[in-house]
């Protein structure tokens, strides 16, 4: 008897996901428990167990397709399939009108009028791929449509001078994320110099984002309204200071979290801050060290660009930059000198946070930054 596993509801609020990987192939024989697939979450990813014991008869969804909750993965043992994928009987009516009408002089073949046969997983894809079901020819039983019939379809039409790679993984959540970020947040960005002089010569071997953690959380303390998260028509004003520090990986941007930053030393932020993101680049992270930050900061050494403008990582109401940093002219006591001289840049969510609430705060940063205390 045949087997049809659906992807599971896998809890906090999640309503569909994609398939990462397949640990199996059509054809292999798997035990009960034993792995099965992956799937890629917006929060994690998660390998399932097989909840049966058989042969696997069929793979329905290919790796980097996403899913809802309910839809039939894979079937295990039978003769692969799936009950929605039976052909559909023709009703009486339609078959007695179709006859009539082929019937009468002049009249289209019958063929002509009939609707498409094509199962609704194939009308999704079609739909995803953006190709036409009524332009095809089905190659399957009663000239039903299938899978194959439509991916051909869209490969003839694509381009023989491009190649197509479908968002998948980290790089589609990202996708995912900075759309409605972009789409739904009114964002301004402010940019101040910054002398890091000083600071240089007090560093010794730390790195500078342990002092601009340390700043921001002072600067978060002195203006709360940038602390925030916005959730439909509320503000949550935080009373932790949970700091995402964006990290740069293979697969993308990641943006792990530093807890309690302000009960930290500037030794711990640092130890910290590499731990996070060490865990980013192996992908060894818990799904609750990707979650929950109130601000986040992001530091791009060397590659940060004179100054750039981050989107503000929704729900939260703004994001802290920091820029490269080099020897440039300035003026000191009258006179020109080269200093260490950086930018750095507040994007904010004007809908809560004001223009000049946003540069007090940078301002106030860069004064913590430019008379440090360690």
Known sequence: MAYEFKLPDLGEGLTEGEVARWLVSEGQEVAEDEPLVEIQTDKTTVEIP??????????????????????????????????????????????????????????????????????????????????????????????QITEEDVRGSATSAAPEDARREPLRGVRRLIAEHLTRAHREVPAVTVVEECDFTVLDGRRGTRSYLPYLLQATVSGLQTYPELNATLDGDEIVFWERYDLGVAVQTDDGLIVPVLRSADERSLDELESEAKRLAEGA??????????????????????????????????????????????????????????????????????????????????????????????
């Open 281 to 374: 680049r192996d992908g060894t992270l818990a799904p609750e060290e990707l979650r929950g930050s109130t601000f986040t900061v992001t530091s791009a050494g060397r590659l940060g660009g004179l100054f750039a403008t981050p989107l503000v990582n929704h729900p939260e109401v703004a994001i802290l930059g920091l820029h490269r940093i080099g020897e440039r002219p300035a003026v000191v006591g009258g006179e020109i000198v080269a200093r260490r001289i950086g930018w750095l840049s507040c994007t904010f969510d004007h809908r809560v946070v004001d223009g000049a609430r946003a540069s007090e705060f940078l301002l106030s940063v860069i004064v913590r930054l430019q008379e440090p205390d360690g």
């Open 50 to 143: 097989s909840p049966a014991a058989g042969r696997v008869t069929r793979i329905l969804v290919e790796e980097g397709k996403v899913v809802p909750v309910g839809t039939v993965l894979v079937v295990i043992g039978g003769d692969g399939a799936v009950a929605d994928e039976r052909p559909e009987p023709e009703p009486v009516l339609e078959r007695h009108a179709a006859e009539a009408v082929s019937a009468k002089p002049g009249a289209e073949p019958a063929g002509r009028t009939a609707r498409v046969r094509a199962t609704p997983l194939v009308r999704r894809i079609a739909q995803d791929l953006g190709v036409a079901l009524e332009s095809i020819r089905g190659t399957g039983p009663q000239a």
